[in-house]
């Protein structure tokens, strides 16, 4: 079983990225689905999460309008759409995969049960 997130890169504020995780060895529509940043000497927050069965989405206030969780069930691949890009948002982005399948205890890493490597997200003020 692996994830990976993907997507990142360096963009100026005001940008747009989006990011993916894809999964091998799991079927990521049976999970929910969060995402988490990490910045330098900071602890790991959740930025958003997507569940399972009926889609539905939470976000951080911090994010909250600006960036966008979806699923493409068919490519096993769950997206970040990340607009309106600030340097604060400058961050390692993770995925991670919960079998309890509705996003619970939002912002905790506990529930999660698979995580990918993480992407690097740089915004340039």
């Known amino acids: 079983v692996q994830l990976q997130a993907s997507g990142g890169g360096l963009v100026q504020s005001g940008g747009s990225l989006r990011l993916s995780c894809t999964a091998s060895?799991?079927?990521?529509?049976?999970?929910?689905i969060g995402w988490f940043r990490q910045a330098p000497g900071k602890e790991r927050e959740g930025v958003s999460c997507i569940s399972s069965s009926e889609g539905s989405t939470y976000y951080a206030d911090s994010v909250k309008g600006r960036f966008t969780t979806s699923r493409d069930n068919a490519k096993n691949t769950v997206y970040l759409q990340m607009n309106s890009l600030k340097p604060e948002d400058t961050a390692v982005y993770y995925c991670?995969?919960?079998?309890?399948?509705?996003?619970?205890?939002?912002?905790?890493?506990?529930?999660?049960?698979?995580w990918g490597q993480g992407t690097q997200v740089t915004v340039s003020s």
């Open positions: 060895g799991l079927t990521l529509n049976y999970y929910a």
């Open positions: 991670a995969a919960d079998k309890y399948r509705a996003c619970r205890a939002f912002g905790s890493t506990w529930p999660y049960d698979y």
